[in-house]
């Protein structure tokens, strides 16, 4: 189990744990009343506060924690925060009998947490990614609304393939793996059998329906290449950021479109996934220039793009003919600028 797995079982059985302890509290209370019924109040403050810092320490913090580390369970958060703040002075200050309610209310409570935390748990993960800069509302709706994304085993199991894979391979190797395998072909891994003997389903496929859904929602009813690729590139320029990262990584192409956010390199891998869904001839360049700086651009194997254009020929035996030099973060009008002008082609992978 990973480590992120693990921190969302652990809050499920804390919320669980606390949620019996807080039911038989209350009955207990409930069910052997005092004498004098005025002297609850003072019970309740004696050993109410002794299980709420219990309950902090073990349940309420490792909320935040995740909230802090992650972003985007935000939602999860304001609950607590409504039980532990707001829902529990309330009973104890304004209703009678405070057993009875505090059994109905704090049972309410914790169930539709844990029915909130499941249902985020099948469609959201854990990650480190916050996007710095973006307001809690704007990160939260990003992860919860996004139409586009992947879920908790695909990216265990990009996680997992990365790391045992992945970072060992050539870098041609790598950068057909990652883009081969979200556009809907086995890599031949052990973990593709796992996937699918756990869950019913191939990794490859869950990977390509949701790229698919992107590509053909953005091409909409264009049906000539150059049409289709420069609306491609529309929909990444709303879609995603740049973002430099300090540490590199080969990222999968959904797990980019997931992030928001990449280097240069990941533009591209998630650029020449996409053309590679409209069965488009693409290959990954290696740019170098002057000032000895890097950078990572397309070469698509089509004659012409309807705009100005940079391109090379004949590049070697695989990549006979015209490939045109496309910046996955520029407009294809754009291809024409002093910006690709500086480059010089260094190194180039037919995908």
Same mark, same amino acid.
């Given at each position: ?73 935000? +939602?999860?958060? @304001?609950? $607590? &925060? ?10 104890? !200050?304004?209703?009678?009998? %405070? ?72 870098? +041609?190797?790598? @950068?057909? $793996? &990652? ?10 891994? !052990?973990?593709?059998?796992? %996937? ?78 996409? &053309? ?76």
């Amino acid at each position: 189990m990973s480590s992120r797995e693990s921190v969302f079982d652990y809050i499920v059985y804390a919320g669980l744990f606390f949620l019996f302890v807080n039911i038989f509290y209350a009955a207990a209370h409930h069910i052997n009343p005092l004498p004098d019924y005025s002297n609850h109040p003072k019970i309740l403050e004696e050993y109410l506060p002794i299980l709420w810092r219990i309950e902090l320490i073990f349940y309420a913090i490792p909320c935040i924690v995740v909230i802090i580390l992650d972003g985007s369970i935000g +939602g999860l958060f @304001l609950i $607590t &925060l409504f039980e532990y703040i707001v829902l529990l002075p309330l009973i104890l !200050e304004f209703s009678k009998p %405070y057993a009875t309610n505090l059994a109905v209310l704090m049972f309410g409570a914790n169930t539709f947490f844990l029915l909130i935390f499941k249902w985020l748990t099948g469609k959201i993960k854990i990650n480190y990614s916050v996007r710095l800069g973006k307001s809690f509302i704007h990160t939260f709706w990003d992860r919860y609304f996004k139409v586009y994304k992947i879920p908790l085993e695909l990216e265990e199991f990009y996680e997992t393939v990365r790391n045992k894979y992945i970072k060992y391979f050539s870098k +041609g190797k790598a @950068l057909r $793996t &990652l883009i081969l395998h979200d556009t809907g072909h086995s890599i031949n891994v !052990e973990e593709e059998n796992e %996937y699918f003997e756990k869950y019913g389903r191939w990794s490859f496929d869950d990977a390509r329906k949701i790229l698919e859904g992107f590509v053909y929602n953005c091409i909409g009813d264009a049906e000539d290449v150059v049409s289709r690729i420069e609306r491609i590139l529309e929909c990444m320029g709303r879609y995603l950021e740049y973002r430099h990262h300090f540490k590199f990584n080969y990222y999968f192409p959904m797990e980019i479109f997931d992030h928001g956010e990449g280097t240069c390199v990941d533009w591209t891998i998630f650029f020449i996934a996409c &053309l590679k869904i409209l069965g488009v001839k693409a290959a990954f360049g290696t740019f170098k220039n002057e000032k000895g700086e890097y950078h990572a651009m397309a070469l698509v194997g089509i004659s012409d793009i309807g705009y100005p254009h940079y391109y090379y020929r004949d590049l070697s035996d695989e990549m006979r003919g015209k490939w045109i030099i496309i910046d996955p973060q520029l407009p294809l009008s754009k291809q024409s600028s002093q910006w690709i002008k500086q480059w010089e082609l260094m190194e180039a992978y037919l995908i």
